[in-house]
């Protein structure tokens, strides 16, 4: 994959968007779609997917089937997103790091990401850094006294090389001078249960899936990353932010389409995932239990959105010395 100026980024977003002509008719869709996840089943871009594909069908009047290909952290989704053609009776909801890490962690792609049209931003995820309860740590700032006494000691887990926790991780020790012993997992499942049997003292998790150890007093929840915004789910607990961490690279969610597929029908994806998104039914059987805040918006604010975060994305990967084939 070529490199290219990160100050482009935003236009060429952009001009998928205002390229694509306006090519259906009114019988759109006349036959099934299909949503293409780069993620297992079962995973959360998944399960969210199959719930917002409900009211997006009966809104259009065909089915939706949601396609799972995951694989290569969701370069072979992507890939079978981008030759699926134009016309619009295919889309993509990859996460966020998909689009805004992978370019920068792998020296080569098969597809093009600023060639996909941003459709929807869907959600932003909540986490919080995390440490097992019997430590002597209630914030970052001890978290940091901690790691400066006992340098290469504290164990930090990860779901992986080039996971958010990882990163978090790169971006504390660069920022800091400190350092941790970094163990990473086979994906979250493993390190959740590593986290909940005390075989690693630190992370940063979504706040739902730590929430039944904090409630139990397994674990103490220290920072929540919401940007500068209090946290929704864990309002008690300071920010990242506010505790002089600045970064903001939480995983998210988002949908996109192949290049070329006409505005109009991006237009219409737009619209009716916007109103399942403002679904109080919705809201109340996701959200709360995932630590998930809906967000929705214009095909424009996301281009803006991919734009920073890749900005970011560029940052880490670098940070991490993320290097894959």
Known sequence: MKRFALIAIGAAFAAGIAAAPAAYSQAYPSKPMRVIVPLPAGSLTDRIGRILAQPVSAAMGQPIVVDNRGGANGNLGMDVCARAGSDGYTLCMPDGNIMTLNPFAYAKLSYEPLDFVPVIHIAELEQGIVVQAALPINNMKELIDQARARPGQITWGSAGNGSTMHLYLEWIQAKTGVKFNHIPYKGPAELNQAMAAGQVEVSNLTTG???????????????????????????????????????????????????????????????????????????????????????????????????????????????ANLKYE
């Open 209 to 319: 899936t730590t929430a039944p150890m904090v409630r139990a007093g397994k674990l103490r929840r220290i920072a929540v990353v919401t940007g500068a915004q209090r946290s929704v789910f864990a309002g008690d607990t300071p920010s990242f932010s506010a505790q002089g961490f600045d970064l903001d690279f939480r995983n998210w969610l988002l949908f996109v389409a192949p290049k070329g597929v006409p505005n109009d029908i991006v237009r219409r994806w737009n619209v009716e995932l916007n109103k399942a998104l403002k679904d109080s039914t919705l809201i109340e059987k996701v959200s709360s239990v995932e630590s998930i805040t809906f967000t929705g918006g214009t095909p424009e604010e996301l281009s803006k959105i991919l734009e920073q975060k890749r900005r970011v994305g560029a940052e880490l990967a670098k940070l």
